[in-house]
């Protein structure tokens, strides 16, 4: 398996459109960062649960995903699957996310995501942040559109379990969906850990890449 390393990471950027769509695209990643550089700071934004009880969720939920980081979380009240008809709003919130963090890796979802609010979400961050690392999450559902992911972040069987405990723990209004379980959670992240050579792993694409491989 090829493997090109980030280099030294000291801010990173995470977005979702809902609360819960962090962790379950980036969790592992997210405690895998934070394990290994106490400090590093997480500017983290989800568009939609600003003022409601999955609000409260996000918050613990993202404070236990980033052990000893720096975590900088807004939560804001676009309503949940109606972010074509708000563009300007969610144009606005990435914006200011820009102005101020100069982050070193953005995860964010796919831009090809049968859900319109992930689906623009992920193309306002590629224009946004149009001169960084950004990693496309994927997030299983009912819309069956998991494709052919491109990038991969190896997990442990310990983190791979500790981001499913972590899940169920603090998203209990999520608990009633039928992929919400540790099935679906830990199934996934073996499909994608035997493609890159791991026990469990979690997939991202990336659109564009630059390489600094010497003159």
């Known amino acids: 398996m090829i493997r090109l390393g980030a280099g030294p990471l000291d801010r990173i950027v995470a977005v979702g459109?809902?609360?819960?769509?962090?962790?379950?695209g980036a969790g592992g990643t997210l405690l895998a960062l934070c394990?290994?550089?106490?400090?590093l700071r997480v500017d983290a934004l989800v568009l939609s649960g600003g003022g409601t009880?999955?609000?409260?969720e996000e918050r613990a939920a993202l404070a236990a995903f980033c052990p000893g980081a720096d975590l900088r979380l807004t939560v804001d009240k676009m309503p949940d699957g109606r972010f074509p008809a708000h563009?300007?709003?969610?144009?606005?919130?990435?914006e200011e996310l820009r102005e101020r963090s100069e982050p070193d890796l953005v995860l964010a979802p796919r831009t090809d995501d049968a859900h319109q609010d992930h689906r623009g979400l992920a193309r306002l961050m590629t224009t946004a942040f149009r001169d960084h690392l950004v990693l496309g999450y994927e997030i299983v559902k009912w819309d069956g559109d998991l494709?052919?992911?491109?990038?991969?972040?190896?997990?442990?069987p310990e983190t791979?379990?500790?981001k499913i405990a972590l899940l169920q723990e603090h998203y209990p209004s999520q608990r009633?969906?039928?992929?919400?379980?540790r099935e679906a959670f830990l199934g996934l992240a073996r499909i994608r850990g035997i493609e890159c050579h791991a026990r469990y792993a979690e997939a991202f694409t990336v659109t564009k890449l630059t390489l600094d491989l010497g003159d």
């Open 17 to 24: 459109a809902h609360c819960d769509d962090i962790a379950i």
């Open 35 to 39: 394990s290994a550089r106490p400090g």
């Open 53 to 56: 009880d999955r609000e409260q």
């Open 87 to 94: 563009w300007s709003d969610a144009k606005a919130a990435v």
């Open 147 to 156: 494709g052919r992911p491109n990038t991969y972040q190896p997990l442990s």
């Open 160 to 162: 791979a379990e500790q």
């Open 176 to 181: 009633h969906r039928p992929w919400y379980d």
